[in-house]
């Protein structure tokens, strides 16, 4: 059979020009963008030599990324977060109360500290839109901090009179389970407070910021991002068979972001006694993303695969201790007839390859590769490491035993970092389908994709 022919140029490979390549030498092979270019040097005595230039955009976080990048600033208490994200394409319609919803469903959840009121986080957008739509440059994003006023002098960028003694709130009894301690001495720090401030899941504020941005990206092409708790400090939730259209109005609408009533109630309670014992809980959530076409994302190589950067973007929220795809670590302990998807074709499917699964386990990726079933990761955050009933530590300033720092903070964040894991999924996922559609316009990235499912759907026409 014939391969069906594409109605368009393939959206991610460019011709090298000669002239890039070193004198005399010809290479007009097309290849993708990310790939590393041969660069020949000719020297003046006739010899030459070859090194390589790499065209893959350098990732901001050890997520590898390929088209889009995103990089955040800002300290907890500092006079603000700035997020900027690079790659998204032209024409996409944003607009600040588009990051801001997000920004909100952030600071909700039962469990979390008085912040989150005073916070009302809200972006300024300083860069990359104009009349609503994205121009295709870097877009970045303010979100002032609330309460700076009363940290300016503990956090006063410039020099103060008496310092360094002159700063309040010094850290020197390092948190177990925090950044606090390793990082005093690897930065050669006297004041913990020169660690957390950053390492400090404020920060994420600016990664959902981000992240707002690629879900309209992917919400323009039918794709949702959505999550829910599903175990919070000992307590399972039920999942229902079929999950809610719109997951997120389901989930946001219960105080601990659960679809279980009845796991709410007694979560809602562990949480009461918990903060009373002054003690902190985990817990996972499920991030679901639905309406993805099949095949982003590649089995060629170890860091084109989603598996690994999908990890890896989740691993990097503060406190996640786990992921799981699919049936995750349940697939090691039952024979392949229990874990493998059996396929048959379904003609209602096209972006699934007109194939129908039957059962998800492999939650949505095979070969590193989407299969147009909905993508399905379970995310594990341990218990906050500040308890108000301290636990033991040493004072850094004496070596002698101490009780830990207790700053105000949350009982638990397990409803919050959902969507924080939300965020970084679709960075991922927007990533990879501008990576597969490329993305200079957003009329280019939609073209794109109509050429590749036509494609899909010639050769599944059975
Ligand atoms: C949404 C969210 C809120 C958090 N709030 C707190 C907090 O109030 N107090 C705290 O000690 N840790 C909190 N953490 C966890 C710490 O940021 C994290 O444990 C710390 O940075 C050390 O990193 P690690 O746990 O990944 O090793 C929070 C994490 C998330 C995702």
Redesign the pocket.
């Known amino acids: 059979m014939e391969p069906p022919r594409f109605p368009y140029r393939h959206p991610y490979r460019e011709v090298v020009p000669s002239t890039q390549l070193g004198r005399g030498r010809v290479d007009n092979v097309a290849r993708p963008l990310h790939y590393r270019l041969p660069k020949l040097i000719a020297w003046t005595d006739g010899r030459t030599h070859s090194r390589t230039i790499s065209r893959r955009p350098l990732s901001s976080t050890l997520v590898p990324s390929f088209v889009l990048r995103f990089t955040t600033a800002g300290e907890s208490h500092g006079p603000g977060l700035v997020s900027i994200l690079e790659g998204v394409p032209a024409g996409l319609p944003l607009s600040a109360q588009d990051v801001d919803r997000e920004l909100r469903r952030?600071q909700q959840g039962y469990g979390r500290?008085r912040r989150m009121q005073i916070e009302q986080d809200a972006i300024e957008l300083l860069s990359g839109v104009r009349a609503g739509q994205a121009l295709g440059s870097p877009i970045a994003m303010l979100i002032r901090n609330r309460d700076w006023r009363s940290w300016q002098e503990i956090m006063d960028p410039a020099v103060r009179e008496g310092d360094p003694a002159a700063r309040r709130r010094a850290v020197t009894r390092p948190?177990p389970?925090?950044?606090d301690f390793v990082g005093m001495l690897k930065y050669d720090r006297e004041d913990a407070r020169d660690i957390l401030e950053r390492?400090?899941?404020r920060e994420?504020t600016a990664r959902v910021a981000a992240g707002a941005i690629c879900r309209r990206l992917l919400e323009e092409i039918g794709v949702s991002v959505g999550s829910h708790v599903v175990h919070l400090g000992g307590i399972d939730a039920e999942t229902p068979a079929e999950l809610p259209a719109d997951l997120n109005a389901a989930s946001d609408a219960s105080p601990v972001r659960t679809l279980d009533s009845a796991a709410e109630r007694q979560m809602v309670e562990l949480i009461d006694r918990t903060k009373r014992a002054g003690d902190t809980l985990g817990g996972v959530c499920e991030v679901v993303c639905r309406g993805l076409p099949l095949g982003l994302g590649s089995h060629v190589s170890w860091d084109r695969k989603l598996d690994g950067r999908l990890a890896g973007a989740l691993m990097s929220?503060?406190?996640?201790?786990g992921v799981e795809i699919g049936m995750g670590f349940g697939a090691a302990r039952v024979p392949g007839s229990a874990v493998h998807d059996e396929l048959g074709a379904d003609p209602q499917r096209p972006r699934a390859g007109h194939v129908g699964r039957g059962t998800n386990r492999a939650g949505g990726l095979e070969g590193g590769m989407t299969t147009g079933e909905p993508l399905v990761l379970r995310v594990a955050?341990?218990p906050?490491?500040?308890l108000m009933k301290p636990l033991g530590t040493i004072d850094v300033t004496t070596g002698e035993p101490a009780a830990a720092t207790a700053e105000r903070?949350?009982v638990t964040?397990v409803p919050?970092?959902g969507v924080?894991a939300e965020a970084m999924v679709a960075f991922v996922m927007a990533d990879a389908v501008v990576e597969k559609f490329g993305g200079d316009s957003l009329n280019e990235l939609r073209r794109n994709m109509d050429g590749y499912l036509s494609q899909v759907a010639a050769r599944t026409n059975w």
């Open positions: 952030r500290g948190r389970g925090h950044a390492a400090s899941a994420t929220i503060p406190a996640v201790k955050m341990k906050i490491s500040t903070s949350d964040a919050a970092m924080i």
